[in-house]
């Protein structure tokens, strides 16, 4: 199979890529699990691309039941490199408009159900292998210049920056949760972003978010509380610009650098590479390396 060097992940709205060629279906097993969908790969202008859609075809899994290291991890399978996140998110600001894109330069967790590494596994148990990867800096730079600079060449408003807190959902906040968050000086909140970001930097692949803002979420006072329908007209509304933007980045990444996240994981395990049982190396090689 051919490498494929940019992985793009769909959320809420966007559950294909038309802009593919050559397309077909690769359907994957991993050491997790199975992703959420088959991934669609094909080629945009000669770059061969990986989608998935986060949430699979018809929005069949829940933010908290998605299996994110099976998505991730697959990702890896298929050589992809540099990953675009799709997510629709709520506005925690004024400055952050319904039909905004946010490119975020940070997250804070607010998850709690969820795997978020590959190398904290129960059926692992103690004989595993204990890896500490750095997150000070979640989102990839270069890559989220590509992508904040693809949707400004839409003609667009894009902001470039801004704390993603992410939430377990599928329920939506509280007022009182969403008055904290913006009084926290969040910008934006959603439920996907979280282990994505996390799970990218342990395989190796830069990663970045482009948040298509749908609502004000529930802490603004004259506007109405988030809806279902109010998320998915706005995003309908910015799926054209969603997939131009993308297609965009992709023709910037051509020629691109190796990740500034390749090395992996190699300078974040603590385990001695002794005391790691075969089985576990066999099973994490993707990952580990040599």
């Not at 600079?149 to 007022?175: N, Y």
């Amino acid at each position: 199979m051919e490498r494929t060097r940019v992985g793009v992940i769909g959320g809420s709205g966007v559950y294909d890529l038309a802009q593919l060629r050559d397309v077909q279906e690769v359907r994957l097993k991993t050491p997790f699990g199975a992703p959420s969908d088959a991934y669609i790969v094909g080629q945009i202008d000669g770059q061969p691309v990986a989608f998935l859609p986060r949430h699979g075809r018809g929005h069949r899994i829940s933010p908290s039941r998605l299996n994110s290291r099976a998505n991730i991890y697959g990702f890896k399978m298929l050589g992809v490199e540099y990953l675009i996140s799709l997510s629709a998110c709520g506005s925690l600001q004024l400055q952050y408009r319904p039909g905004d894109i946010v490119v975020p330069d940070q997250i804070y967790d607010r998850t709690r159900l969820r795997a978020s590494s590959f190398f904290d596994d129960p059926d692992v148990g103690t004989a595993g292998v204990v890896v500490h990867v750095s997150v000070a800096d979640p989102f990839c730079g270069y890559l989220s210049e590509v992508c904040a600079q693809a949707v400004a060449d839409t003609g667009h408003h894009v902001h470039r920056g801004g704390t993603f807190v992410t939430v377990e959902g599928p329920r939506f906040s509280t007022k009182a949760e969403s008055r904290a968050f913006q009084q926290l000086g969040f910008a934006i909140i959603g439920m996907t972003a979280s282990p994505e970001a996390f799970l990218a930097r342990e395989a190796g692949m830069s990663y970045a978010t482009m948040a298509h803002v749908t609502d004000y979420d529930v802490w603004h006072e004259t506007e109405a509380p988030v809806t279902v329908d109010q998320v998915v007209r706005q995003f309908q509304a910015n799926v054209e610009v969603a997939k131009a933007s993308v297609v965009n980045a992709i023709m910037a990444l051509r020629g691109a650098p190796p990740s500034p996240y390749s090395a992996g994981v190699r300078d974040a395990i603590i385990t001695n590479p002794a005391a790691v049982p075969p089985e576990v190396l066999a099973r994490l090689a993707l990952l580990l390396g040599n």
